[in-house]
């Protein structure tokens, strides 16, 4: 699918991904966009000027200035919007007249990246973070106990402190454990970040004592995203081994700013690292039900930019469609704009690990890393002002075009 739009060849952004988020300029408001090489296509002057026409939909939707919406409008719509944005814009359909020779349309809806800012793309209503790579909890040491690979283990993250990609990340405050051993309170020591894979969901069941089968979980994703789920963990080590994670996770989660389709990933799906047995509630569905989607892992000090890790969302025993379904089972209900998250995405080596928590064995032993330009870096936990960077890449499966998530960062801040 060649476009008319300028797309480089490693672009994250070719007409195969087409994802959507929500930007702003220094003359527009805050609106829904679809990336597109190095640009944005603004929706909202798409939908003002009927481009959508032939189209059964509720173009209102896509003049929002949060996806919520339009993701609940269903994946029939969101695959046919998809379609038409992809004919749009190619080079060889007749559709490419609509924006590509309408001088006036174009230079208002397609807007340099070097232009915008990104928002948070849905209003997250609630967040649940899933624990179901089992190497992440293997690499720290902790005996799997049957569960895990009976259910989706999670617990439920704060909606309010989920941010997107280059929101400053403040470093928290808590008790811990001081190396006295006795209790204190202060600036975190021990402060990570977790890498993991997540999805935005359309709509759910909506009433309370209902739940979502399997089968129909793959049609209440919208899209993913990159997430970094940060981690004091000094704070979180005094607070869970009576009950869970609370002030030691609750503080920030970023997460990328474009969603990416299921449409998109098509391509990269394969099978779960277990396929049973299960009870039946959690049966059924594809065999290939999750991704496989490196995910690269930099951290940029004063000294330069490092390679830590690349993990896989690949490395998980459950599937989205499962996690949905298991955490409606008990009557829970999902809402449109609801995140829901993988867990840490660590592999078998150490090239695999995702936090520093595993890389560094808790602090036991220094990470040492050094770039291209022979700099060297040394950390057990996240100095401040080190930024975080996840990014991915995945190049189509017949070499054309590619997909990406853009990047997924942050920059830690001292405390107040």
């Given at each position: 699918?060649?476009?008319?739009?300028?797309?480089?060849?490693?672009?994250?952004?070719?007409?195969?991904?087409?994802?959507?988020?929500?930007?702003?300029?220094?003359?527009?408001?805050?609106r829904?966009?679809?990336?597109?090489?190095?640009?944005?296509?603004?929706?909202?002057?798409?939908?003002?000027?009927?481009?959508?026409?032939?189209?059964?939909?509720?173009?209102?939707?896509?003049?929002?200035?949060?996806?919520?919406?339009?993701?609940?409008?269903?994946?029939?719509?969101?695959?046919?919007?998809?379609?038409?944005?992809?004919?749009?814009?190619?080079?060889?359909?007749?559709?490419?007249?609509?924006?590509?020779?309408?001088?006036?349309?174009?230079?208002?809806?397609?807007?340099?990246?070097?232009?915008?800012?990104?928002?948070?793309?849905?209003?997250?209503?609630?967040?649940?973070?899933?624990?179901?790579?089992p190497?992440h909890?293997?690499?720290?040491?902790?005996?799997?106990?049957?569960?895990?690979?009976?259910?989706?283990?999670?617990?439920?993250?704060?909606a309010?402190?989920?941010?997107?990609?280059g929101?400053p990340?403040?470093?928290?405050?808590?008790?811990?454990?001081?190396?006295?051993?006795?209790?204190?309170?202060?600036?975190?020591?021990?402060?990570?970040?977790?890498?993991?894979?997540?999805?935005?969901?359309?709509?759910g069941q909506?009433?309370?004592?209902?739940?979502?089968?399997?089968?129909?979980?793959?049609?209440?994703?919208?899209?993913?995203?990159?997430?970094?789920?940060?981690?004091?963990?000094d704070?979180?080590?005094?607070?869970?081994?009576?009950?869970?994670?609370?002030?030691?996770?609750?503080?920030?989660?970023?997460?990328s700013?474009?969603?990416?389709?299921?449409?998109?990933?098509?391509?990269?799906?394969?099978a779960?690292?277990?396929?049973?047995?299960?009870?039946?509630?959690?049966?059924?569905?594809?065999?290939?039900?999750?991704?496989?989607?490196?995910?690269?892992?930099q951290?940029?000090?004063?000294?330069?930019?490092?390679?830590?890790?690349?993990?896989?969302?690949?490395?998980?025993?459950?599937?989205?469609?499962?996690?949905?379904?298991?955490?409606?089972a008990?009557?829970?209900?999902?809402?449109?704009?609801?995140?829901?998250?993988?867990?840490?995405?660590?592999?078998?080596?150490?090239?695999?690990?995702?936090?520093?928590?595993?890389?560094?064995?808790?602090?036991?032993?220094?990470?040492?890393?050094?770039?291209?330009?022979?700099?060297?870096?040394c950390?057990?936990?996240?100095?401040?002002?080190?930024?975080?960077?996840?990014?991915?890449?995945?190049?189509?499966?017949?070499?054309?075009?590619?997909?990406?998530?853009?990047m997924?960062?942050?920059?830690?801040?001292?405390?107040?």
């Open positions: 699918m060649a476009s008319w739009v300028p797309i480089e060849q490693h672009s994250d952004f070719s007409l195969q991904n087409l994802p959507f988020g929500v930007f702003s300029t220094q003359s527009l408001d805050q829904i966009g679809v990336a597109v090489g190095n640009h944005v296509l603004d929706m909202k002057a798409l939908a003002h000027n009927d481009v959508f026409v032939g189209l059964d939909f509720d173009t209102a939707t896509l003049q929002k200035s949060t996806l919520n919406q339009y993701a609940a409008l269903g994946r029939d719509i969101h695959r046919s919007v998809r379609t038409f944005l992809q004919n749009l814009l190619s080079d060889k359909t007749p559709h490419a007249a609509l924006l590509r020779d309408n001088d006036r349309l174009r230079s208002a809806a397609l807007i340099s990246m070097r232009d915008v800012k990104m928002h948070l793309p849905m209003a997250v209503g609630d967040y649940t973070d899933f624990f179901v790579v190497y909890a293997q690499n720290v040491g902790q005996t799997l106990p049957a569960a895990f690979f009976e259910q989706p283990l999670g617990y439920h993250g704060r309010s402190s989920v941010v997107v990609s929101t990340v403040r470093r928290p405050r808590g008790q811990f454990v001081g190396q006295d051993g006795k209790a204190t309170f202060g600036p975190s020591q021990k402060l990570d970040y977790e890498v993991e894979f997540a999805a935005f969901v359309t709509h909506q009433k309370m004592g209902e739940s979502i089968e399997v089968n129909d979980g793959e049609d209440l994703i919208f899209g993913f995203v990159l997430l970094n789920d940060w981690s004091a963990r704070i979180q080590r005094r607070e869970t081994a009576p009950l869970g994670p609370f002030n030691g996770k609750n503080f920030c989660t970023t997460i700013p474009w969603i990416v389709s299921p449409d998109a990933l098509e391509p990269y799906r394969t779960p690292l277990r396929s049973g047995p299960w009870l039946p509630y959690l049966n059924g569905g594809r065999e290939d039900s999750v991704y496989d989607i490196l995910i690269q892992v951290i940029q000090s004063k000294s330069g930019t490092f390679d830590v890790s690349r993990c896989n969302t690949k490395n998980v025993v459950f599937s989205f469609p499962q996690m949905l379904a298991h955490h409606t008990g009557g829970c209900p999902m809402r449109t704009g609801d995140l829901i998250a993988t867990g840490t995405l660590s592999g078998a080596t150490p090239q695999e690990y995702g936090c520093l928590l595993e890389v560094t064995c808790d602090g036991a032993n220094q990470l040492k890393v050094s770039n291209a330009q022979n700099q060297e870096m950390r057990t936990f996240l100095d401040d002002g080190d930024s975080v960077i996840f990014t991915t890449y995945l190049p189509r499966k017949d070499g054309i075009g590619g997909v990406g998530f853009g997924c960062e942050g920059q830690i801040l001292a405390c107040h």
